[in-house]
Structure formats: C-alpha cells, structure tokens
C-alpha cells in the first residue's frame, strides 16, 4: 500500500524537513517488506491567497485518485501508536493501494474536504502547527512500520 502526505506549504531546509525525510527513508525501509510504500510527500501552496477553499481544491488534485483519504483534524480520532499501525494494517490487508494522509493549513482543512475523508485523526486537544504535525505524522508512520515488523523502535 503506497502512503502519500499531502500538506499545505512548503517545508524548507531546516529541522523539520531533516526529520521528516529522515522518518520518510526510514519508513520506506522498514515498509517495504511489508508492502507499505513507498511514501511520496505531495506539497501544495495557496499562491493567491484564497484561503481554505482554494487549499481545498489545491489537495484534492494532489490526492492520488482513489486513495483512501485521512484528515490529520484536532476533531479527528485520537489513538495510540499500536491502533494507529493496525489500522494502517487493516488497510493495506483490504487491499488498499494508496492511503492519503492530508495537512491543512494554518486554519484548518475546509468542512467539504473533512467530510469526504473515510477517518480522521488526531494528535491531541492541543493545537499543532501544520508543519510540526507532518514530522509527527512522519514518526507515526514510521512507528506504525516497525509496531508491525516486531521491531524494538516501539516499547509499549
């Protein structure tokens, strides 16, 4: 099953992006041999301004058609590392091929984008910068990987 981040913005050099492909190259690696991946990062940018509707329909065409789509929402889903890798392995098992996770911008991801996701997950009450949230989604797939290949990266 191949993974797709798609993300409002731009991640430049710095700290983010070295821990999110740092956590992508290690995900690929430990996803391969169980059919999860690869994992294709899918950024877009509101050039003009037009707020969440335009970022809205800038992901809806970065969304590889028919890919399962999963909103990252402080309304979404709150989880524990393990649920979060069985899901992804309930997934990939129902013969899913690709599963997209998606960022909104500062202000959120627009109600008719939200409401056409089949889930929607959370990382807590707290408010995350979208750019944050994609190294900690990064990390949770990443765990996700290794939760399923009996690895010692996760320690329950």
């Known amino acids: 099953m191949r993974v797709h981040v798609c993300a409002v913005g731009r991640l430049r050099a710095g700290p ?7 956590y992508y190259d290690r995900f690929t690696r430990t996803g391969r041999p169980l059919g999860l991946g ?9 050039k003009k301004g037009g707020g969440m509707a335009a970022e809205a329909d800038l992901l809806t065409r970065a969304l590889p058609s028919g890919a399962l789509m999963v909103t990252l929402d402080e309304r979404g889903r709150v989880m524990s590392s393990p649920d979060f890798a069985a899901m992804l392995a309930k997934w990939r098992d129902g013969g899913r091929q690709d599963v997209a996770f998606v960022i909104g911008g500062a202000d959120g991801i627009a109600p008719d984008l939200r409401a056409r996701a089949e889930a929607s997950v959370s990382f807590g009450a707290m408010v995350w910068p979208h750019m944050l949230v994609r ?15 009996g690895g010692p990266y996760h320690r329950a």
Not at 135 to 149: C, G, K, N, P, W
Request: no cysteine.
């Open 16 to 22: 983010e992006r070295q821990l999110a492909d740092d």
């Open 38 to 46: 690869p994992l294709t990062e899918h950024e877009v940018e509101d």
């Open 135 to 149: 190294v900690m989604l990064a990390e949770q797939i990443y765990r996700a990987a290794t939760i399923l290949s």
